[in-house]
């Protein structure tokens, strides 16, 4: 069935350095793919997405990559700040142009070191 | 950006009891609307897809008549817990797509607490 998961549950990054969290995901028929913080307590908040004839998108301090030879997309943050400490979920939505329902990985947590 | 808003942002209940959860697209409208639940250290789980004056899509596995889900207006979707049970603590979050769809806005989510 389909599935996105990622690779790493936890990370730890020092203060400054950039970081790079990693997801796997087994339908290759999704063309949209997404990437969302969530804070402790709060609802999903909207990162940056990619859509599947792209391999790269850059936006304010983060980078997605997508590459679907091996079904793989990262999300790199640089210069990590303290207020990026969250949980990352990657999602999936075969539809991109509808309504359709977004699919999330199991989601990384990242905490920065001082 | 659009804003979608999500009422209560918690509420503790008695076993038995039924709990209503709202969500409101606040400077948009919304034909559709996602219910997830979220366990601790877990991810977003899809629970239903309310669809405005028509009958909502339960994910496999989510009992219908337990989660009553009710979309009248463009603006809003409310999922009722009904009979709620300790099992059913958890966190939902309701979400509404952009006009074009690509997109997704989520409440900020309600902390269900049954005791």
């Known amino acids: 069935g389909e599935s996105v998961g990622l690779h790493l549950p936890t990370l730890s990054v020092q203060e400054g350095d950039n970081s790079i969290i990693n997801c796997a995901y087994s339908n290759s028929a999704s063309d949209y793919f997404i990437w969302y913080k969530q804070e402790s307590g709060k609802g999903p908040q909207f990162i940056i997405d990619i859509r599947s004839n792209m391999d790269k998108r850059q936006g304010q301090r983060v980078t997605v990559l997508l590459n679907k030879t091996v079904k793989h997309l990262s999300l790199q943050i640089a210069a990590t700040q303290p207020g990026d400490s969250a949980v990352y979920f990657c999602a999936e939505n075969s539809g991109y142009s509808s309504a359709s329902k977004i699919i999330f990985g199991s989601g990384t947590r990242l905490s920065i070191r001082p | 950006g659009a804003v979608v808003s999500q009422h209560p942002s918690w509420v503790i209940c008695k076993s038995g009891t039924s709990v209503k959860i709202e969500c409101r697209s606040l400077?948009?409208?919304?034909?559709?609307m996602f219910w997830y639940r979220q366990f601790p250290k877990q991810s977003l789980m899809l629970m239903a897809t309310s669809n405005e004056g028509s009958k909502a899509t339960y994910e496999q596995g989510v009992e219908k008549d337990k989660f009553l889900i009710n979309h009248a207006s463009l603006t809003l979707s409310t999922l009722t817990v009904t009979s709620a049970h300790p099992e059913d603590s958890s966190f939902y979050i309701c979400?509404?797509?952009?006009?074009?769809?690509?997109?997704?806005?989520f409440g900020s989510g309600t902390q269900l607490s049954v005791l």
């Open positions: 400077d948009f409208q919304a034909t559709t």
């Open positions: 979400s509404a797509p952009s006009r074009g769809g690509e997109k997704l806005f």
